[in-house]
């Protein structure tokens, strides 16, 4: 079974090729958007992760 960190960065991933196309036109600039959202998702879900962890469900 896959864990969940590397379904989200999976995810993150997709998303961040998706948006790169639709956003930029050059494949340079699609390329550091892409990097650039992709760091974004990964680090915010992340922290979100580590502050909710201390709060129970």
């Known amino acids: 079974m896959a864990s969940h960190f590397i379904l989200m ?3 993150a991933g997709f ?3 998706v948006f ?3 956003m930029r036109d050059e494949p340079a600039e ?3 958007f ?3 959202l992709f760091a974004g998702f990964v ?3 992340t922290v979100l992760a580590w502050l909710m962890y201390p709060f129970p469900l």
């Open 15 to 17: 998303v961040s090729l």
């Open 30 to 32: 699609q390329a550091r």
């Open 34 to 36: 892409g990097g650039v």
């Open 43 to 45: 680090l915010a879900a």
């Open 20 to 22: 790169s196309v639709l």
């Open 9 to 11: 960065v999976l995810f």
